[in-house]
């Protein structure tokens, strides 16, 4: 998490929300882990990324949401960076559960 919270890539313009979370899985699949949606949404906030309604994420479904969003873009850039952005994304986050 130390990590994830000094190296992460700030909001801008060029780099939003779905930018982050997909960045938050590559570095995830490179280390050959996971993380929770739950401990996910608390690192977006802390790194000052908003809800489409500017306010900060709270709440289960549009946190997994976040999450299903940026699988669905990545998806549609198609092969082959696509696919394998799509794909950190689907290995890097689960349920709070497990």
Do not use: C
Not at 36 to 64: C, F, M, W
Request: glycine share 8%; aromatic share 12%; net charge positive.
């Amino acid at each position: 998490m130390d990590y994830l919270r000094t190296h992460a890539p700030p909001p801008s313009p060029n780099f939003d929300k779905y930018a982050f979370v997909s960045w938050v899985a590559e570095e995830l699949t490179k280390r050959g882990t996971f993380m929770s949606v739950p401990t996910l949404i608390h690192l977006v906030n802390a790194q000052g990324y908003k809800t489409n309604k500017d306010a900060e994420y709270s709440g289960l479904r549009g946190s997994y949401k976040l999450v299903s969003g940026t699988y669905r873009r990545m998806k549609a850039l198609g092969p082959p960076d696509g696919d394998t952005k799509a794909n950190n994304v689907a290995r890097g986050f689960s349920k709070a559960e497990f």
